[in-house]
């Protein structure tokens, strides 16, 4: 009897250790952002794989913990069902399910090839840890989301290192901080822990506080016109939400007095803007009488009938009236802007409206010259791609800009969770980030991840910033 009770104890507390890790985790992501959580959260889990009594069981117990942390950070979803119904549940447990999957593999793993050396064993676990979050976010169905190093971006001070390190890098810190609490739990190696301490505590100083290559300034409007999605979505709403754009572009040239590059959120009106002469023509006479540039989102396509191609595209229309430049976004968002495996899912989602055609993905990236400056345009959760961005950030480029429209999410963690994304993205690649969302969030990120300005969510807002770039080389 007393052999059950203490079976009973031991699979009460160590799987019990798991989702309390699981739970910590959620307070700490953005829903919740009890963001310090996060420098403690994974030890009962790590104790709790290391009691394992086999590798099966360890990773059990790591899946339990991702699959709570991922079901309450993905607490937003219910949020979409306006748009994909109860279906939106279903998917909600089915990610969250996916997500801790890899929780699962690096529990197993590291249990499986664990060290004697407890410090190895955590500088194992936690390099294992920040792979399989980073290969997660790769490929066409790249799943960005909960990403550890976005609970590290408050902290400035530490999120500064990803200049050397990347967010992956970020990650890694995280979970090494964690398995070495425990270890010294565990086995008293305390030392360890001051060591740890004291080396992120030096290397932030030696973070370049400024863009070296800073020597020139553009005056950015950000016109954030905060339309609902359900008055968006509505067929006769286009010509009013372009009406507001225009009046409101046309306030904040006026009250900022000399201005460089107006700038719309992604899809800012949902007609093809490019193809029709009421949208064009005022256009062209807004940006000529004020002598500026205009960036808009909007769908574009190519092509006729069958062989017709929709984008989810960025235009850049010069102060003569010209379109110059365009991108069409290459990362698209599945079950948003296209349906996976279309011929099977289809039948399920042919009453949802915006199921019945998909975005086509966009080729080559492009770069906007504005002057001397490379303006690179970003669509959306692209900028949460850490790979997706630095390979389109060439030696000498100035400028990430990020319109989005993230009115879908209303004011959920989501939205900031993809703004502290975009901060992380402006440190890694040490150039200054401007993002325009319909809703919110706007503002304007300096190359050390300071948030310079940013807007309310859910309000009707220009402002006017002055971002220091670089040369292009």
């Not at 993809?418 to 969030?441: D, K, M, S």
Request: aromatic share 12%; hydrophobic share 50%.
């Amino acid at each position: 009897m007393e052999v059950w009770t203490s079976k009973i104890i031991r699979f009460l507390f160590n799987n019990g250790a798991a989702l309390f890790s699981g739970v910590l985790l959620g307070l700490a992501s953005p829903q919740v952002d009890l963001y310090g959580l996060v420098w403690i959260a994974i030890i009962p889990l790590w104790i709790s794989i290391r009691a394992a009594e086999n590798s099966r069981q360890a990773a059990f117990r790591a899946f339990l913990a991702g699959y709570v942390f991922h079901f309450m950070e993905l607490s937003w979803m219910p949020v979409l069902t306006p748009w994909g119904g109860s279906w939106i549940y279903l998917g909600w447990a089915l990610l969250a399910l996916y997500l801790a999957l890899y929780f699962g593999i690096w529990g197993y793993v590291s249990h499986k090839f664990s060290f004697k050396n407890p410090v190895v064993h955590a500088l194992a676990g936690a390099l294992l840890f920040a792979l399989l979050e980073w290969v997660r976010t790769l490929g066409t169905f790249g799943v960005p989301v909960g990403q550890l190093n976005t609970m590290v971006i408050p902290i400035l001070v530490i999120a500064r290192l990803a200049v050397w390190v990347g967010g992956a890098g970020l990650t890694f810190l995280v979970v090494l901080t964690n398995l070495l609490i425990a270890h010294v739990i565990l086995d008293r190696r305390v030392v360890v822990l001051v060591v740890l301490v004291l080396a992120i505590g030096i290397s932030s100083f030696f973070f370049p506080q400024t863009n070296p290559n800073s020597a020139q300034t553009l005056r950015i409007a950000l016109i954030q016109p905060n339309i609902p999605q359900e008055i968006k979505m509505e067929g006769d709403a286009a010509d009013l939400i372009f009406a507001k754009l225009l009046e409101l572009s046309q306030k904040a040239v006026r009250e900022s007095g000399s201005t460089d590059i107006v700038v719309w959120p992604e899809t800012a009106v949902l007609e093809y803007i490019t193809h029709h002469s009421r949208y064009m023509h005022p256009l062209r006479e807004f940006v000529r009488k004020n002598k500026v540039s205009l960036i808009f989102g909007t769908p574009e396509f190519r092509g006729n009938g069958k062989d017709t191609n929709i984008f989810n595209s960025a235009v850049y229309m010069n102060p003569n009236g010209e379109i110059i430049g365009q991108y069409d976004k290459t990362q698209l968002v599945p079950f948003g802007e296209f349906l996976p495996l279309r011929p099977i899912l289809y039948p399920f989602f042919r009453n949802f409206s915006f199921f019945q055609r998909d975005y086509t993905r966009g080729g080559r990236p492009v770069r906007f010259k504005h002057g001397e400056t490379e303006i690179i345009p970003a669509i959306c959760f692209e900028s949460m791609l850490s790979g997706n961005i630095r390979r389109r950030v060439p030696l000498g480029s100035a400028l990430l800009l990020v319109i989005t429209n993230d009115a879908w999410f209303e004011k959920t963690g989501i939205v900031t969770e993809h703004f502290r994304q975009g901060q992380l993205r402006a440190i890694e690649n040490r150039i200054p980030l401007v993002q325009v969302g319909n809703t919110g969030f706007s503002g304007y990120v300096t190359p050390t991840g300071s948030v310079h300005t940013v807007t309310e969510l859910m309000k009707q807002s220009t402002q006017i910033v002055d971002v220091a770039v670089s040369r292009s080389r």
